[in-house]
């Protein structure tokens, strides 16, 4: 028997609903009766709400409805990683929003979940000021059901094995998305100052347009877990910014054109789950690229000082060998 023998209700109802993503779509591509059946949209807008369960927002939904082939489109978008290098986004329309679309899970359960609407036109004070997106309230917290037995030491590797992120962004204007997490974190430690744990969750994007030589930036996803007094950990702030090697959070303007230019980047294949992997790698790449810039700079500052200095006593020596002489 070969699968053209099978009857297509069999096919789709007890077939291809056990498929992931991923083989879905290498499916499509097995023959032509296959490639219609798995053109279904139910079949990927049960996929899509199954990886990220905030897609059953309404405003999701209309917002996945305009895309060229809906839910298909949409898959193929967010699930690979953006590629590591923008080439251009001399074509793009500034947009007036952008949606996102979050969910924060730990060991597989679902643990935070949100749609988020940004209000992006473009204004002078947009344009200047630093760009972020808060996605709780100052005094908002999100129970993370984790419980802290005393060992640091043993508690960030397990968030580090156990958490995952999916930060979908959403540009109507081009019906584009792309999801701007590591999906595994990249890096876990502890804020010595105040105890706080940072989950950083990161997407590294070497530039090749012209954004005042900025090099690389690094698409960069906070989680703030706080220790109750009982030990149970919670979430007390997730943030997204874009990042330049100085560690400086970039203009509406600058992080708008990087944004908006990764949904329509080249994706690449995710070679682990989520490509956490590869954009843990970057992201150490990038902390040594920008610890290295510091340094540099510091030598510069630190050259430029003393020949300030050597000039101001040589114009001191001077003035005085002319005043001794007269």
């Known amino acids: 028997m070969s699968i053209a023998d099978i009857h297509k209700d069999i096919i789709k109802t007890h077939i291809l609903t056990r498929l992931d993503g991923q083989t879905l779509a290498a499916t499509c591509c097995a023959s032509s ?18 990886n990220w369960p905030s897609t059953v927002h309404p405003i999701i939904i209309q917002a996945i409805s305009n895309f060229p082939s809906g839910y298909r489109t949409f898959y193929s978008d967010a699930y690979p990683s953006p590629t590591g290098r923008l080439t251009t986004t001399t074509s793009l329309q500034p947009t007036s929003h ?52 005393g060992d640091i030491q043993f508690l960030l590797p397990n968030l580090v094995k156990n958490m995952t992120l999916s930060w979908i962004m959403i540009d109507p204007s081009q019906n584009r998305a792309v999801n701007l ?14 105890g706080d744990i940072d989950v950083i969750f990161s997407v590294v994007i ?17 989680l703030t877990c706080g220790i109750k007094d009982d030990g149970e950990l919670n979430v007390s702030g997730v943030s997204l910014m874009v990042l330049d090697m100085d560690g400086k959070c970039l203009s509406g303007k ?40 510091k340094e540099k700079m510091e030598r510069r500052e630190k050259r430029i000082y ?13 003035f005085w060998s002319f005043a001794l002489a007269y």
């Open 254 to 293: 600058e992080s708008m054109m990087i944004l908006q230019g990764l949904t329509v980047a080249k994706r690449r294949s995710r070679r682990y789950i989520g490509g956490g992997e590869e954009q843990k790698e970057r992201y150490d790449e990038f902390i040594q690229r920008s610890r290295e810039r």
């Open 98 to 149: 952008i949606l996102s679309s979050i969910d924060l899970r730990y060991n597989g359960e679902l643990v935070f979940s949100k749609v988020e609407s940004t209000n992006t036109t473009p204004s002078d004070w947009f344009k200047s000021s630093p760009f972020r997106i808060d996605l709780l309230e100052p005094k908002e917290v999100v129970p993370l059901a984790v419980q802290f037995s």
């Open 306 to 318: 003393m020949a300030s200095v050597a000039s101001g006593v040589t114009i001191i020596m001077l």
């Open 33 to 50: 009766r296959l490639q219609s059946l798995c053109s279904d949209p139910k079949l990927w807008s049960d996929i899509c709400s199954s």
């Open 206 to 222: 070497a530039l090749d347009v012209p954004l005042h030589d900025k090099g690389y930036v690094d698409c960069n996803i906070r």
């Open 181 to 194: 997490s590591s999906i595994i974190p990249v890096s876990v430690q502890r804020n010595l100052l105040n």
